[in-house]
């Protein structure tokens, strides 16, 4: 049947009407455990940022709209975006969820970066992009600072290269400079670090 891939399955003699629901054992989509389940919020959360940063593109093409350390932050945090979508999927077979506060803390990196995003694009009409970026510059790169750090928890540095754990705390550091002394050519530093992880992972 058509719906059949969006109708909920449960399992034999399983009441659905219980409380304390073990997603492991009770309500599946066909071909599909609770993890990936439980994945869909997390992904929906960077979807909406990719959006939101995609639609920002267009400052590229149009002269009034230019700025180059905006340019330059749109790229970075695009990227950032998608190489954290791609690590998702590629851990997600080694990620068991044992209760809500895990759970939470799967949701809280994708939370700060959407914030960080809502914080640094201006709405279509604003044409001072420079203005709107300078104005903004701390609240984002505090929230960039914040999302870069939550992925050094112990947890998730088990596997990480120590390069890779440097190049990190380089760019909190980095991040938190612009944030305290709005001073906008450290974003070209940040750049620069950020292309040298390219070659790190």
């Given at each position: 049947m058509i719906f059949r891939c969006i109708l909920w399955e449960s399992k034999p003699g399983i009441t659905l009407n219980n409380n304390n629901i073990d997603l492991q054992n009770k309500i599946v989509f066909p071909g599909m455990n609770a993890t990936d389940l439980l994945s869909f919020i997390p992904l929906l959360l960077y979807g909406i940022a990719l959006a939101e940063l995609f639609s920002q593109w267009r400052?590229?093409?149009?002269?009034?709209?230019?700025?180059?350390?905006?340019?330059l932050c749109t790229v970075i945090f695009t990227e950032m975006a998608i190489y954290n979508i791609y690590l998702f999927f590629v851990q997600l077979d080694q990620t068991t969820i044992n209760g809500y506060d895990q759970y939470w803390s799967i949701l809280i990196q994708p939370i700060i970066f959407l914030l960080a995003v809502h914080a640094f694009t201006?709405?279509?009409e604003n044409k001072d992009?420079?203005?709107?970026?300078?104005?903004?510059?701390?609240?984002?790169?505090?929230?960039?600072?914040?999302?870069?750090?939550?992925?050094?928890?112990?947890?998730?540095?088990?596997?990480?290269?120590?390069?890779?754990?440097l190049a990190r705390v380089l760019a909190i550091a980095v991040c938190i400079a612009i944030a305290l002394s709005r001073y906008v050519p450290l974003v070209y530093l940040l750049g620069v670090i950020w292309f040298a992880s390219l070659f790190l992972r």
């Open positions: 400052r590229f093409f149009e002269k009034q709209y230019m700025y180059w350390p905006y340019v201006p709405e279509v992009t420079e203005g709107y970026f300078k104005n903004r510059i701390s609240v984002v790169f505090l929230l960039i600072a914040a999302y870069i750090g939550s992925h050094l928890i112990p947890s998730a540095t088990h596997n990480m290269d120590m390069s890779m754990i």
